[in-house]
């Protein structure tokens, strides 16, 4: 019987960043022999979406057992460690750390990045998480963790290992816009960004990662065409089909740099930063000025290639070091 392992993360609440991750992951326990069993909003779906086991993530005994029935506990990918959201969101996260610790499970928190946290928040990461594995997915949650006293190892975002279909055809006259829609301050600088992109002769594709957040935002753009889904494959192959990406969203700019496609970022969160730096693209604070996105867009200023090869190399190596 294979080693069943056990992946928190923010999984069944429809955000196709996440359930890129999500994807990514099952994908690589499974290629490892091992049975993946993700802590879901909605498990019945996320069973059947990803042919892995699956337990509701906040009802005690499903969570108890899954716990139980499981070898190791991921606790990631994504940014679960922070209280930016709310400290009840850390509380969960850490909560689902403790119980499998004192379950004598194996923890290992995986391909996140840390932080932003408050004082309050930096002491309850550190006391929970001290003496366990930490692998982060970003150089700047290496340095929140030497803040707090803990030693971690660089990783990269599991959903850099997804790829797109083979053989689409890439437009370079297309780009990609993919707002946030709690990122207001982003809404109207995109709007004229979409505006004189069009001017240009470029097809502009509002890209929805969040249908229940983001739907009125992508609508609100401009944009030559808007696609809306859950779907992180589908998500991925629209953007490999386009020449350029620009994205507040974190994982429209990770899911770029798996298609091969280059991107700008918006930072409305460190963690945008922190990837765009790792991969050697442009990232802009809010409100971004939209006459350099523009021209961004229009040259097609590329990434780090070779830093963006590492990073997918040390986020596959980060599963042998996980669950090895």
């Known amino acids: 019987m294979s080693r069943r392992v056990a992946v928190s993360g923010y999984y069944g609440f429809g955000n196709t960043g996440d359930e890129a991750i999500a994807l990514a992951i099952t994908r690589e326990i ?11 909003n909605t498990p019945q779906e996320s069973a059947q979406t990803y042919g892995s086991e699956a337990a509701a993530r906040m009802k005690p005994l499903p969570l108890l057992s899954a716990v139980a029935r499981s070898s190791v506990l991921l606790s990631g990918g994504g940014g679960l460690l922070q209280d ?38 930096g002491r309850r990461v550190a006391a929970a998480l ?87 935002a992508a609508h609100a753009l401009g944009a030559n065409h808007v696609v809306s ?33 280059p991107f700008s970022g918006i930072a409305y969160d460190p963690k945008v930063q922190g990837f765009c730096a790792d991969a050697g693209a442009p990232s802009h604070p809010l409100p971004p000025v939209p006459a350099i996105l523009v021209e961004e867009a229009i040259r097609r200023v590329t990434p ?3 830093a963006l090869e590492d990073m997918k190399l040390r986020a596959s190596h980060s599963f042998s070091r996980a669950l090895n």
Do not use: C
């Open 304 to 306: 780090d290639w070779n």
């Open 130 to 216: 001290a003496g366990l594995r930490i692998i982060v997915r970003d150089g700047a949650s290496l340095e929140t963790l030497e803040g707090l006293g803990l030693k971690g190892e660089l990783g990269g975002d599991p959903a850099l290992l997804l790829s797109p279909t083979p053989e689409l055809p890439r437009d370079l006259q297309s780009v990609i816009v993919a707002p946030r829609g709690d990122v207001t301050e982003a809404l109207e600088p995109l709007q004229q960004v979409t505006v004189q992109l069009r001017r240009a002769g470029r097809h502009v594709t509002a890209l929805s990662f969040m249908p229940d957040h983001d739907d009125a």
């Open 229 to 261: 889904t859950r779907d992180p494959q589908t998500a991925l192959d629209t953007i490999a089909r386009s020449g350029y990406v620009i994205g507040v969203r974190l994982h429209a700019l990770i899911l770029a740099a798996a298609a091969g496609t």
């Open 30 to 40: 499974r290629k490892r022999g091992m049975t993946p069993l993700l802590l879901s």
């Open 84 to 121: 930016r959201t709310s400290a009840r969101t850390l509380s969960y996260y850490l909560g689902v750390i403790r119980l499998a610790r004192m379950m004598g499970k194996r923890v290992v928190i995986f391909n996140q990045s840390v932080g932003p946290l408050s004082p309050e928040g």
